[in-house]
Every structure is written in C-alpha cells, then in structure tokens.
C-alpha cells in the first residue's frame, strides 16, 4: 500500500501537521478518494479488502471526517441537488438525462443521501434556485448540461457548496467535472467514415456554447486535416442537440453541398432529424450518404437503419460525478484549499458500427 513516511508522523497529523486529509487516507491505502468516501459512509460497494484497506489507513493516521462527517449529522441536510438548466421538455426527450440520472440514482442507493433532481431552464427557476442553494439546503450538487455563460457554477462557488458538472465549461474549468473523450470520440467518427471511402463528410453541431460540442468540431477538423484535407473543405452546419436542430442543419447543408456523401451529427437526436430531411431528400443510407450519430442511445438501435454512433459511457459518467462530489462533502474544508485539488475526469468514447455507415 503507499505512504508517505507515516512512521514519523504524529498520531493524526496530516503532512502538512495539521488533521490528515481525506488524500492522504487514500494514498496510504492505495485506492481513490470516491472509494475512501463509500467506505466512511458505509456503502456495500465496496470489496472486504478494500474496506479492510481504508480502515486500516484510517486507524494508522488518525483521520476523523470533519464538518460532513456523520457524527456532525446536525450540520448536513444528507440530500443531493441533480440540477438541470434547461427545459423540462429536453430532459425527457433525451436520452442522455435519462441515462445520466440512471448512474446517479444507482451510485446513490447505496448510501442515505436524498437525490432531489431540479430544473432551471428559465430565469424564474434560476432565481428561485440561488435562493434555495443560499439556504444550504442540500450538501452538494450535480449540475448537467452547462453553457459556457452559465452563472449557476459560479454561484456555488460562492457559496461554498460541493458541486461536480456534467462536462467542463471550457479548458480552464475550476470546478470538479466528470467528462467522456468528446475529441476522441469525434475523430473516431471520422475516420471511420474515411476508411469507408467517403470523402464529402459534413459535421452537425451541437450548441457552441457548451464545451463538448466545441471539442467534437476540434475532433472532426483534425481527423480531416490529418487525411489530408484543408479547412475551405470542412462542411460545418450548426445544430443545438435537438431533433428539429437536426433537421434544419441537414436541410442547409444539402443545400449548399448536394454532393456530401457522409454526415456525422453531435448527437443520435440530431442525426435522427437529418436522417428524415435525407429520406426526404432521396438520398439513401448508408448507400448515398453515411450517417453517424453520437451517445449510442436507444435512438441508435432502433433507428433504420440502425445508426453507427460513438458511445460515451453516460451512465458511468453519473456514478463518478456521484463518487467525487461524496469525496468533496465528506472532507469539506474552505473554498481556498478545495479549489487548488479540483479533479477532471474524462472517460473513453467507443465507436459503435452498424448499418447507417
């Protein structure tokens, strides 16, 4: 197991001299922060092992979970925020809320924290969010689906609330964010598309706003300009992640480039709506035009044909937001010190091939 010289340290010093930390618990057990949580809060997801790890290292340090520990019960609320600042009428009609709650509920059954899911779409329910989150009614929050001039994450900030967002707001975000291989995924696409002789390969966006999407086009540009192609060939059309977005984007593009022979949409919504506007069009899938989605939804499968779609693991990525924002509760310390150890995890895309490519 690592340590860190903990023979010459004090009973319950930490490195600095000070109480050990909730680091320094996790590296003298050689796991992870997110795993030292779920054993401090007695989740059954965990090895005896690995438990037997943890506690062990919990013994040799001295380590005592302050504010958020249970034995502080009175200052903590025990309830999570899984908040969404978009419309009620998106988080149903996407996949991807659906499959990001899925992670989160499953991550928290396991422990004795509330999950209260929270829309703020508009600026009515925004304000009466900030107000809400200004009483501390909850000990932490998942925010999903942030824009780049979002002002929610800032907010918590300023209040001093755990948070973990779904997806950076840019590359300096400073905030804990949970994130899948949006680049990557995208160039993935690409090639595949390459490797399948087409050579017209047009890109629907998501909202420019949002990071992502951002990384997706920077993944589409590079996997062209790799093969040999100059940015006066890229076919760019902006959409925004929904069916209708889609559609209006592939109904610009065939306008202005009848001769595309391949699409890879930022998301299966999208790629669904281009699809129809493609049929309408009589151009046939995969034989005129290849088509390629993103998320490898429920959309992807049942769609015809079936639509090749780069899978980014949704439900995994709710269960790590879950473990990390626990980690952050369970060794709350003053905004200063938290934000110098702020963690960006990104999880691997994989491209799934059927019949639309």
């Known amino acids: 197991m690592a340590g860190h010289g903990g023979r010459g340290r004090s009973e319950g010093r930490g490195r600095s001299g000070g109480r050990p930390t909730l680091e320094e618990v996790a590296a003298r057990a050689g796991v992870g922060r997110g795993t030292v949580s779920r054993v401090i809060n007695g989740s059954p997801r965990v090895s005896d092992a690995t438990r037997a790890a943890v506690e062990a290292a919990v013994a040799e340090l001295g ?4 504010t958020a520990a249970r034995a502080l019960a009175a200052n903590r609320t025990d309830a999570i925020a899984l908040v969404v600042p978009e419309p009620e009428t998106r988080f149903f009609a996407e996949p991807y809320f659906s499959d990001m709650l899925r992670g989160v509920g499953a991550e928290l059954s396991d422990t004795e924290m509330q999950l209260l899911l929270i829309f703020a779409g508009s600026d009515r329910e925004r304000r009466r969010l900030a107000q809400y989150l200004a009483a501390h009614r909850v000990d932490g929050v998942l925010l999903v689906s942030v824009h780049a001039d979002d002002p929610l994450p800032d907010l918590l900030a300023q209040l001093e609330i755990p948070a973990v967002i779904s997806g950076p707001r840019s590359a300096g975000e400073t ?15 690409v090639e595949h598309l390459l490797s399948r002789g087409r050579r017209r390969i047009a890109h629907i966006t998501g909202r420019l706003d949002v990071y992502g999407a951002q990384c997706r086009v920077d993944g589409y540009r590079e996997a062209l300009r790799d093969a040999g192609y100059g940015t006066g060939e890229l076919l760019i059309e902006s959409g925004d992640f929904t069916e209708e977005g889609g559609r209006r984007a592939m109904s610009a593009l065939l306008a202005a480039h009848p001769d595309l022979d391949a699409v890879f949409a930022g998301s299966d919504v999208m790629a669904s709506g281009a699809r129809q506007v493609l049929r309408d069009a009589g151009r046939r899938i995969p034989d005129d ?12 499968r049942h769609m015809d ?22 980690a952050e509760i369970a060794d709350r310390r003053p905004a200063p010190v938290r934000s110098v150890e702020r963690r960006h995890a990104v999880l691997p895309t994989e491209l799934v091939t059927r019949a639309s490519s």
């Open 63 to 66: 380590y005592v979970p302050n």
């Open 175 to 189: 905030l804990t964010s949970v994130d899948s291989d949006n680049y990557g995924g995208a160039r993935s696409a």
């Open 289 to 300: 035009v290849a088509l390629v989605g993103y998320d490898d939804s429920a959309i992807a």
């Open 305 to 326: 044909p079936p639509l090749t779609s780069v899978r980014q693991p949704i439900v995994e990525m709710g269960r790590a937001m879950i473990d990390l924002l626990l």
